[in-house]
Nanobody, 118 residues
C-alpha cells in the first residue's frame, strides 16, 4: 500500500500563488509517476500535471506556463507551484501516484482545497 499526504491548499486572490506538496510513503517501487489532478464543483477530475521518475513532465493546456510540477525522489515528494492563479483554478486538488509491476497500481491523496477568489 501507498499513502499520499497533501498540504498547501487555501484561499488566494486572483493573480496570486500557492505551492502544494504531496509526500508519499509505503510500498513504492523504484520507478513511478506522480501527479496532480483537480476536480471543480460539478466537474470531472482532470489532469493538471504529471512527472516521471526521470523528471519528464506533462501539463494540461490550461495550466501550461503558470504551473510547475517538480519532485524530490529522495523524499518521494511531489510539488505543484501554481502562479498567476485564476478563479477557474478553484478546485479540490488530488495527488496521484502510479506504478507498475505486472499491472498498474494507482493511489490517491485525500485532496486539498484551492480557492481563487477576491
Amino acid at each position: 500500500q501507498v499513502q499520499l499526504v497533501e498540504s498547501g491548499g487555501g484561499l488566494v486572490q486572483p493573480g496570486g500563488s500557492l505551492r502544494l506538496s504531496c509526500a508519499a510513503s509505503g510500498s513504492i517501487f523504484n520507478s513511478y509517476i506522480m501527479g496532480w489532478y483537480r476536480q471543480a464543483p460539478g466537474g470531472q477530475r482532470e489532469l493538471v500535471g504529471r512527472i516521471s521518475t526521470g523528471g519528464v513532465t506533462n501539463y494540461a493546456d490550461s495550466v501550461k506556463g503558470r504551473f510547475t510540477i517538480s519532485r524530490d525522489n529522495a523524499n518521494t515528494t511531489v510539488y505543484l507551484e501554481m502562479n498567476t492563479l485564476k478563479p477557474e483554478d478553484t478546485a479540490v486538488y488530488y495527488c496521484n501516484l502510479e506504478q507498475f509491476r505486472f499491472r498498474k497500481y494507482t493511489y490517491w491523496g485525500q485532496g486539498t482545497q484551492v480557492t481563487v477568489s477576491s
